[in-house]
């Protein structure tokens, strides 16, 4: 598994940015999906995460109602849909993959991700 995570950049406050992380093998659909950022200063944190078929969704609470994560598994790829950016938003935020342990499996500790993909920043402005 060979993650690739782009889209990042730099938005006013109230902005949106989409996401995008691309598996380059052939296993993507055997992997539970997440999101972390991680700011300057501060700990890496979970942020989303989505089952292997995209019918579960599991969500950081500051993030809810103003982030999507979703997946199309025919482009080996799962997006981070961001709206209403704050700027305490402003991270690098990575993708990961989780060997799926269920079918309902989306993990919210980053311990349990096997995969990472380099980061992407994200820098919202005030």
Not at 28 to 33: D, L, P, S, T, W
Not at 52 to 75: C, H, I, L, M, P
Not at 100 to 116: I, L, Q
Request: charged content about 15%; overall charge positive; some cysteine.
């Amino acid at each position: 598994l060979q993650l690739q995570a782009f889209g990042g950049g730099l938005v006013q406050a109230g902005g949106s940015l989409r996401l995008s992380c691309t598996d380059s093998g052939r296993t993507f659909i055997n992997y539970a999906m997440g999101w972390f950022r991680q700011a300057p200063g501060r700990e890496r944190e979970f942020v989303a995460s989505i089952n292997w078929s995209g019918s579960t969704v599991y969500y950081e609470d500051s993030v809810k109602d103003r982030f999507t994560v979703s997946r199309d598994n025919a482009k080996n790829t799962v997006y981070l849909q961001m709206n209403s950016l704050k700027p305490e938003d402003t991270a690098v935020y990575h993708c990961a993959a989780a060997y799926r342990r269920s079918n309902f499996y989306t993990p919210n500790v980053a311990s349990d991700y096997h995969y990472w993909g380099q980061g992407t920043q994200v820098t919202v402005s005030s």
